[in-house]
């Protein structure tokens, strides 16, 4: 019963985004401190779920999830449904990006985490449709800018990154 529970609320939380735990309490026709209980089972294991406070909070997954369990459902090269593309970026670079617009959808990381070689760079997301788009796009910014998730865009980013310093006689 916990098991589907569990799937549930993380199948909710995929489609929906955020939600209270009061509204998830009933839909599963539980109490919400049962629910509580849950989410902090699903964090346990390795599901990034945090809470938002205030007006409009809840519980919702960090965008990366998401666009990892959608970059299993289609390949990267293909574009599909936007996906974020979380990243760390340094300040001047992130200016150049709010000023020129260019990638879009800029959202900061709620809780960043803590990088002591690059303590002034901020952590947060794009969104792209593809990985092809993101890698374009995110090469403009190199090197302020560190791709963290998902795997296959760092992956791309650190080829496609050899393959310029190949071309013009780097290592």
């Known amino acids: 019963m916990r098991a589907a529970r569990l799937l549930t609320i993380l199948r ?3 489609v929906e985004g955020r939600v209270t735990a009061g509204q998830l309490a009933r839909r599963l026709e539980v109490s919400e401190r049962t629910v509580l209980r849950d989410l902090t089972e699903l964090g346990s294991t390795g599901v990034p779920v945090y809470a938002v406070r205030g007006p409009g909070g809840g519980f919702e997954l960090l965008d990366t999830f998401r666009a990892a369990a959608a970059a299993h459902a289609a390949p990267a090269t293909e574009p599909g449904p936007i996906r974020r593309m979380r990243v760390r970026i340094s300040p001047e670079a992130l200016q ?5 617009g260019t990638p879009e959808g800029w959202r900061p990381r709620p809780v960043p985490d803590v990088w002591p070689d690059r303590d002034d760079w901020v952590e947060g997301s794009f969104a792209f449709t593809s990985d092809d788009e993101a890698v374009r796009t995110l090469l403009m910014l190199a090197p302020d800018l560190e791709v963290l998730l998902p795997e296959s865009l760092r992956t791309s980013m650190r080829e496609r990154a050899m393959a310029v310093a190949a071309l013009h006689g780097g290592d």
């Not at 150049?96 to 020129?100: D, E, G, Q, T, Y």
Request: no cysteine; proline share 0%; charged share 10%.
């Open 12 to 14: 909710v939380l995929q």
């Open 96 to 100: 150049r990006v709010l000023i020129s």
